[in-house]
């Protein structure tokens, strides 16, 4: 009897789910490659294993830090299992819905669980699923020159990927009109529409670009320096981590303290995780900067002082 397209589905996810548990990650190429089955496919199946914990980043899919699935209560054909029959019934009724997503947390995290505890950001509530994502998903794919529309505003767009910021989603694209590289608000975008014509593939390395990519507001072109002096009760949390990828430390100080900077393409880059950390941290450069600060800092005291609320 013939295979049907469910049953390959299965057998194919199946194997990819091992092999992750063994391997960790793996090629979306040699996955097409090894089950007989275009790259397509394996994207399309690892959209329909959100379920797990799965990454896919530059064609490489991989099982999340801090998470195995050797170590799961459930053998990954039964947990493969579980999330088909969920699938099947959802949106059937908004009740039936609450219940599978009750369920669903209950199982994610436990079943995946290591000694390490990760908390996950919180993101915007989309779905992945609409009409406009698979617009979006299919055009980048393709290579698909597109046009947007977004808060009325019309752009002739090279859409390359769909990232989160601060847990919202957004569409990086380039602007053909400017030729710089943009963020779009999926929530914001009103139309999207995929043209015939093919763009060639980007010079520019994408992955890369996003690894300096901080926040949604970042300016393509755009590179200047940041410099902040970090005092000694916070210094270790610089020292133990990057903020940005492009932090670097310049000195440390006998007191403990640290000069540190940023690359950055915007103030906004920046200005949350400075002010993340008052009052330990102290603008240095760039004066413009600086000088913005201070002023943005007196006039939220002011307001503080003034303002009376009746509770």
């Known amino acids: 009897m013939q295979e049907s397209k469910h049953d390959k589905f299965f057998s194919r996810a199946l194997l990819i789910l091992q092999r992750l548990s063994v391997e960790g990650s793996v090629s979306i190429i040699d996955l ?17 294993l959100h379920f797990f914990p799965l990454e896919l980043n530059a064609g490489i899919v991989s099982v999340a830090d801090g998470f195995s699935l050797e170590h799961a209560k459930l053998q990954e054909n039964e947990l493969l299992i579980a999330e088909l029959a969920f ?3 959802d949106g059937i009724d908004s009740k039936i819905d609450k219940h599978i997503q009750a369920i669903r947390a209950k199982l994610s995290n436990p079943l995946f669980f290591t000694p390490y505890s990760i908390k996950a950001e919180a993101y915007e509530d989309i779905n992945m699923n609409s009409e406009l994502l698979n617009k979006i998903e299919d055009a980048i794919m393709k290579r698909n020159i597109s046009k947007v529309t977004s808060n009325s505003v019309m752009a002739t767009i090279e859409p390359y990927k769909v990232v989160a910021f601060d847990g919202f989603w957004y569409l990086l694209a380039k602007d053909l009109k ?4 943009k963020t779009f608000l999926v929530s914001y975008i009103n ?7 093919v763009y060639e593939t980007t010079k520019t390395n994408i992955n890369q670009v996003l690894e300096n990519v901080h926040t949604a507001w970042f300016e393509d072109g755009n590179s200047f320096e940041v410099k902040i002096k970090v005092k000694s009760p916070v210094a270790k949390y610089f020292k133990l981590k990057k903020h940005l990828s492009s932090q670097k430390i310049i000195k440390e100080d006998s007191d403990g303290s640290l000069i540190v900077s940023f690359e950055v393409s915007s103030d906004e880059d920046v200005d949350n995780i400075i002010k993340a950390w008052l009052p330990h941290v102290e603008v240095i450069k760039p004066e413009r900067f600086r000088k913005k600060f ?18």
Not at 191 to 197: G, K, L, V, W, Y
Not at 294 to 311: G, H
């Open 32 to 48: 097409a490659k090894d089950y007989n089955c275009d790259k397509r496919t394996i994207y399309r199946d690892i959209k329909r």
């Open 178 to 181: 400017d030729q710089k590289i």
């Open 87 to 89: 699938s099947a019934i």
């Open 191 to 197: 139309e999207f529409r995929a043209t015939a014509q």
């Open 294 to 311: 201070i002023v943005e800092l007196e006039e939220y005291v002011r307001e503080l002082k003034t303002v009376q609320y009746d509770i």
